[in-house]
């Protein structure tokens, strides 16, 4: 790991963490600039992004806009 991925690894590593509910991967809750709460994997190669982008499940947790 590149010296950024290891402390971007430190600080997800304080964040609150657990696992997904649609497939085992550790993830971590950040805050976002809004005010909600986004899933961002917590280890491997995409460490740091949000989980929806490389979950296979991500769909069952999508929110049904109204029409």
Not at 10 to 26: D, V
Not at 39 to 53: C, Y
Request: charged share 25%; with cysteine.
């Amino acid at each position: 790991l590149s010296k950024d991925r290891v402390a971007l690894a430190r600080l997800l590593g304080q964040l609150p963490h657990g696992a997904c509910n649609g497939c085992p991967a550790p993830i971590v809750w950040v805050q976002t600039a809004a005010g909600k709460l986004m899933p961002l994997d917590a280890t491997g190669e995409h460490i740091g992004e949000p989980h929806w982008a490389t979950c296979p499940e991500a769909d069952r947790f999508k929110r049904k806009k109204e029409a």
